[in-house]
Every structure is written in structure tokens, then in C-alpha cells.
């Protein structure tokens, strides 16, 4: 038994993720009665879910209540990178939407969801879920809230004893080996989840929606091979596909099979540590581009929007496209702080188009159908593009000051 655990530790966790995929095509196809196999799943979606808040709040708190005046950050550069990169997203979607239309056959099967009313009630919510119960942000995972106690717990523990922010470094420690834990279930767990979708929905049930897919899978793939590296060579002037490629195999693979960016933190932390990056930049900045860094999200309002504009065969003009491309940006950067993350955004930039709510409700459930790759790949997207742009910021500095830095990839 020794011998065969000291083997599977050699193969790589990509390949045993792999592993685990086939081996649930295999199992539903052969004894898609065997519904046990499908807790393996649940419970490793739970414990993604059960441990990720918490990980938050503790690495950015011990990240800012270690911080030193005079050490400098990127921090500024870094945010913006992340804005520029989702506003980017949003804006390639809304244009290969034109060039690809999509039309959807709008049903029923998601009357019970409730979206935003407007742009106004989802910056509204987001303030709220700011100033949110710490506990109660904690148990609803509400990570905008956790951010906010975190940020203002660090600022307020920078003056404490250094024995109080060791104690602070040692438990995000320990809390990031628990992910890691749970992470090396992936294979188990991803099983489960392949287990369950093909036996409930079957095979065929996403051939429906291809065209949907590929159209956001297409983009997403565009920005983190296109728009991208693009922005990273604008502002290092080196060959940027090195440290994309490398930030897609580490950190992007593990977040497509985790389908959770606050989960894939530990990944990118020692991505970052790997790429040899400022640990008191990487340290808040990546925490902060799991919750706001969402091109993605960008992606999927925009494409499932424009899905519906295309069904309804609504006449779209080129600012409407620019405000939805911009709407899409800021409302992706606060799914997270909305139930039911990006999906549930998609009918407030419908209201954009003047589409009845419960048409952009059908879209809505569309994309629960869908969400099983579209939510893969956005994650993936998401999570891979926090190290890149962190990697990026700290490069285009040292650029600038003339120093002679070299990319560990």
C-alpha cells in the first residue's frame, strides 16, 4: 500500500485529475446507479467551499498587518492591470458576439432565481456586503465583506506584538496546507462531479448548447492567449507567452478542475513564490484578484446578453455595445459579492436591451445548464491572470528602473 501511495504522489496532479475523469465517464456509463460515487463530489465542492472564506480573511490580514512602511508595493499598477484586463474581456465577447451571433431556445427551469433590479441594487448590495456581520460574511461566503474586515483588521494589527502577527502568519499557514489537503482530493472529488453531471444531464445534454460553449470558451481562450499577452508584452517588452503559458499550466488547469479562485490561492502563492515576486505585493494582491479579477465574468455577461439580444433579434448600436462592454467590467468585478456570482448579473445588462425579466431569467437558467465547462473556464481564466498580472506589474518595474531582472518560469 506504501509502495502504491509513494507512486501516485510521483504522477503529477493534472494527471491525476485526468485520471479521475475518465475513470467518471467510465463509472456512469458502466453503473450510472451507483448515485455513492456522486457524493465524492459534493463533498469535495463543500470543502473547497468550507475552507476558502477563511483562507481569505487570514492571508490578507497577516499580509497587511506584516506590512512595513517604506516597502514598496505594486499595488497600483497591479489593480489596474486587473480593470484594464476585464474591461478588455467584456469588450472581446461583445465583439465576437456580433461576428458569431448565437440564438438560444428560451424555456423554462429558473423561475425561482432572483437577480439584481439595476446597476443601483448591485452597488448597493456590494456596499452592504461591505460593511457585512464578519461572521456572516464568513458563513455565506460573502468575499467582499471578508475582504473589507480583513483589510481593516490587518491595518488595525500592523502595531501589534510580533508574537500576535506571527500567531496571524502561522494560522493562514495552516489554513493554506488544509487547501492543499483537500486540493490532492481533486482527483476523487472531480470523479464525483463527472459522475454526477453525465448520469443526471447525459452525454448529449451540452451538444444542445455547443455553439454557446465554444463561443465563450473561444473567447475566454482569446483573452488568455491574445488580449493577454498582448498587455504583458506593452508593458515588459519581452516575449510574454513564457509567463502565460506558465501561469495557465500551474495555476489555470488546477482552478478549470476547482472551479474556485478563492480555493487556488495556495497554487498561485507558490506560483508567485516559484516566479521569485515581492512576497509583500503577491501576498494581498493575489487574495484581492481572487475576489475583483473577473474576466471571465465579463465574458459570460456579455455572451449570454447578447445571446438573448440576438433571439430576440434586437437591434444593437456601437455605444450600447461600449456601455455594455463597460457595465459587464464593473458588475463582473463585484459578482462575487452577488448570490449566485456572474450568471446571476446577466439580466441587469439585459435591461440595457429593454428585455423582459423573465426572458433574461431563461438565460439565466440556460447558464446554470451550461455552467458546468463555462464556469470551469472562467475560473481558470480568473484565477491564472491574478500571478500573470502580479508577475507583469513587478517586471514592468524593474523595466522601468533599468534593472536586469530574469522570469523564472
Not at 282 to 305: D, E, W
Amino acid at each position: 500500500m506504501t509502495t502504491l501511495l509513494l507512486k501516485w504522489k510521483r504522477i503529477s496532479l493534472v494527471q491525476r485529475i485526468l485520471l479521475g475523469m475518465i475513470l467518471g465517464i467510465i463509472l456512469a456509463l458502466a453503473v450510472p446507479s451507483a448515485t455513492g460515487i456522486s457524493l465524492l463530489g459534493s463533498l469535495f465542492v463543500s470543502a473547497l467551499k468550507a475552507v476558502a472564506p477563511l483562507l481569505v480573511l487570514l492571508l490578507v490580514m497577516s499580509a497587511i498587518s506584516k506590512h512595513e512602511r517604506g516597502r514598496k508595493t505594486n499595488m497600483r499598477s497591479i489593480i489596474a492591470l486587473y480593470a484594464i484586463s476585464t474591461f478588455l474581456a467584456g469588450l472581446t465577447a461583445v465583439a465576437a458576439s456580433f461576428v458569431f451571433p448565437v440564438q438560444l431556445s428560451l424555456g423554462s427551469g429558473a423561475e425561482n432565481v432572483t437577480p439584481p433590479g439595476g446597476i443601483t441594487e448591485v452597488l448597493k448590495s456590494l456596499l452592504l456586503n461591505v460593511v457585512d456581520n464578519p461572521v456572516n460574511a464568513l458563513i455565506k461566503a460573502n468575499y467582499i465583506g471578508i475582504l473589507a474586515w480583513a483589510i481593516v483588521l490587518g491595518l488595525a494589527l500592523k502595531n501589534a506584538h510580533d508574537h500576535t502577527k506571527n500567531m496571524l502568519v502561522n494560522l493562514s499557514d495552516a489554513v493554506s496546507q488544509v487547501v492543499r489537503w483537500v486540493i490532492q482530493l481533486a482527483p476523487l472529488g472531480i470523479m464525483g462531479l463527472v459522475f454526477d453531471s453525465i448520469t443526471t444531464h447525459g452525454l448529449s445534454s451540452m451538444m444542445d448548447y455547443g455553439k454557446l460553449l465554444l463561443l465563450l470558451i473561444g473567447c475566454m481562450l482569446f483573452i488568455a492567449l491574445v488580449v493577454n499577452p498582448l498587455i504583458v508584452y506593452f508593458n515588459i517588452r519581452r516575449n510574454p507567452y513564457p509567463l502565460v503559458l506558465s501561469c495557465l499550466k500551474e495555476s489555470g488547469i488546477t482552478a478549470f478542475f476547482t472551479r474556485s479562485s478563492a480555493a487556488n490561492i495556495p497554487i498561485n502563492m507558490r506560483l508567485c513564490e516559484k516566479l521569485k515576486l515581492n512576497p509583500d505585493t503577491y501576498s494581498v494582491s493575489i487574495p484581492l484578484g481572487a475576489t475583483i479579477n473577473m474576466a471571465g465574468a465579463a465574458v459570460t455577461i456579455s455572451v449570454l446578453t447578447l445571446a438573448a439580444v440576438h433571439t430576440l433579434d434586437i437591434h444593437v448600436d456601437f455605444g450600447t455595445a461600449i456601455i455594455l462592454s463597460l457595465l459587464s467590467a464593473v458588475s463582473a468585478a463585484g459578482a462575487s459579492g452577488v448570490a449566485g456570482g456572474s450568471l446571476l448579473l446577466i439580466p441587469l445588462a439585459c435591461s440595457l436591451f429593454g428585455i423582459p425579466n423573465d426572458l433574461a431569467i431563461q438565460v439565466v437558467g440556460v447558464g446554470f445548464i451550461i455552467g458546468v465547462l463555462q464556469d470551469s473556464a472562467e475560473t481558470a481564466l480568473n484565477s491564472s491572470s491574478d500571478v500573470l498580472f502580479t508577475a507583469t506589474a513587478e517586471y514592468a518595474k524593474d523595466r522601468k528602473e533599468g534593472k536586469d531582472y530574469i522570469i523564472h518560469v
